[in-house]
């Protein structure tokens, strides 16, 4: 079979194959200026995790580097239309494949976009307390507040509630006490109002409250709550827990252990 060249317009094809490579270069002129610049506004916004600025670039390059090599398909004749069906089942069927992992990568960039918390953030994420050590595109990493490593997937993470304990200005804090049936409770109310007020880190708006909150079994329940700033949160509750027992003892009022009266009957 002799194929006679003579009739192929090279020129044609000359014109078009040095029109697809111009398409190329520029295309991926334009791609690399554009993810810069995507990398630039983003590291300025300081909105933006840092995690997240290598993906924003990468993105926009590969975007429009798809875009310049579709152009310059079509410039050489070749039909992109079964490319982008080809394009589209492959996705299809890679999402569907890796449906878990796309829903942790997709909650991932939603947390580092939203950013309901930062490193270093103490926070309680459903049942799950502790300081954050790291949030990449899977997993968020925590060290609980007794020191234990835990990992949490991202999708998880995204539909859980989520409380960010340092960003809080302020907290509220219970302390409860029970005090004898027998004893004083104006006596106690008194007493426990009298630490409230001289502790200089408990708040004076909002305004504390002492009352009396149940009576037990075995005891008559004193409810105090007061606010402080959030970093006073836990010093203030342990040496208030303390004063309040020590302040009890010295006015005489004792707090019981809980006990229950047996009464036994003669089948006689």
Known sequence: ??????????????????????????????????????RRM???SGRISPTL?????????????????????????????GLFAMIGAAGLAIALA?????????????????????????????????????????????TSFEGVPIVLNNSAVRTAVIQNFTRAQTRRADIEVGISYGDDVGKALAA???????????????????????????AVVILARYHTLAADFLDTKLDLTRAIKERMDREGISIPFPQRDLRIVSAA
């Open 192 to 218: 426990i109002a009298a630490l409230l007020d001289a502790e200089p880190r408990v708040l004076k708006d909002p305004a504390k409250l002492v009352k009396v909150n149940a009576l037990g079994d075995s």
């Open 42 to 44: 983003t590291q300025r």
């Open 53 to 81: 600025i290598p993906l924003f670039s990468k993105l926009t390059r590969l975007t429009l580097l798809m875009v310049a090599a579709l152009a310059a398909f079509e410039k050489i004749g070749v039909e992109t239309g």
């Open 98 to 142: 890796l449906k878990d992992t796309v829903a942790d990568v997709a909650a991932g960039v939603a947390l580092l976009i939203l950013r309901p918390f930062d490193v270093g953030d103490a926070v309680m994420i459903g049942d799950t307390g502790g300081s954050v050590t790291a949030i990449d595109m899977f997993q968020t990493k925590l």
């Open 1 to 38: 079979m002799n194929l006679d060249f003579s009739k192929l317009d090279w020129e044609q094809y000359a014109v078009a194959g040095g029109s697809a490579l111009a398409i190329l270069v520029i295309g991926w002129m334009i791609a690399a200026w554009a993810g810069n610049l995507v």
